[in-house]
């Protein structure tokens, strides 16, 4: 049993990893600061677990309050590291928010490991980093492209702090490239809680059909796809927190082949945006009010993993489908609307 820091441990991703962590016989240690997160997630967590895992509440931006967290947590066995901003438009507006936030807490977090002899530290990267690639799938060896949001661009500029404080402290680490994480657990007890209008396609989705939104707009369907819509890999977020799992116990058990790893997560199959709504219709039996709009800006064509370093050495792969995940989607939507 290792002690596991999991910081964002009550945001979307966080949280299932923490329940996928317990259930793998660890402890948790939850750092969030609430800023795009209830406590609600804590007590799903213990209704689906039966434990209820430590949480502090930190601003990880706030180098003393950080120094005050590790002053008392000077035992754990390794860092995951979800907290971040994560909204791509608004990063375009608030790029200054962005960096204090994304990169600042890094920083902190990576100086507190120095100074406490810490090791082992899982990033939350983003298939974002590879912009449009020019060959899919996409491998981890795709070129990283500039980035096209200041978003982008603290997974990017994050994944080379890590490696400069490898470079000069000796860590081990690993950064997950996920592609897009979607549903929420099979249990309903946690799930994805936009604030606000959901930028993401399946929040839209399932608040469109719950009543929330009157209609989702598709952005384009003149890109060059099967049928004109964007493909993306919609991996689920219980594949994507079991991934997590396997890296932090990777590198307790010094499996690693180098000090700095990086994994795609993704199911490496792409899906177009009507086959995701297509997908919604079939599992939910609803019949989804769209129309087509203008392409978004920023968006790419396509974009989809190549899984083989994942499936080959983190002995991992997808087990869920796309409906599984929006069977999931639509019946924690339906629990927080209380349809
Ligand atoms: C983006 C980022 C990704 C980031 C994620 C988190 C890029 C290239 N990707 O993913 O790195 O981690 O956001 O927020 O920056 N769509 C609609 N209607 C909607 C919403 C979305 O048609 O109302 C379409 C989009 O055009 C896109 C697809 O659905 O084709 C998925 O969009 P979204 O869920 O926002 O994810 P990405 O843009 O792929």
Redesign the pocket.
Known sequence: MAKILVTGGLGFIGSHTVVELINAGHEAVIVDDLSNATMQALSGIEKITGKCPEFVRVDLKNKKEVQNFFSSHSDLDGIIHFAAF???GESVYKPLEYYENNLGSLVYILQEMRDLSLDNFIFSS???VYGQADELPITENSPVKSA??P??NTKQVGEEIIKDAIEAHGFNAISLR?F?PIGAHPSAEIGESPLGVP????P?VTQTAAGVRQQ?????NDYETRDG??E?DYIHVVDVAKAHVIAVERLLKRKNLTNYEFFNLGTGTGST?LEVIQSFERVSGESLNYKIVER?R???TA?FADTTKANAELAWKTEKTLDDAMTDAWRWEKKIRNI
Request: glycine share 10%; net charge positive; hydrophobic share 40%.
């Open positions: 994560k909204a791509v983003s298939c974002t096209l949001s978003y982008g996920y897009n930028l993401n396609l399946v839209f989702l707009s598709v952005f384009g819509t964007n993306r945006v978004r920023g968006d790419v974009a």
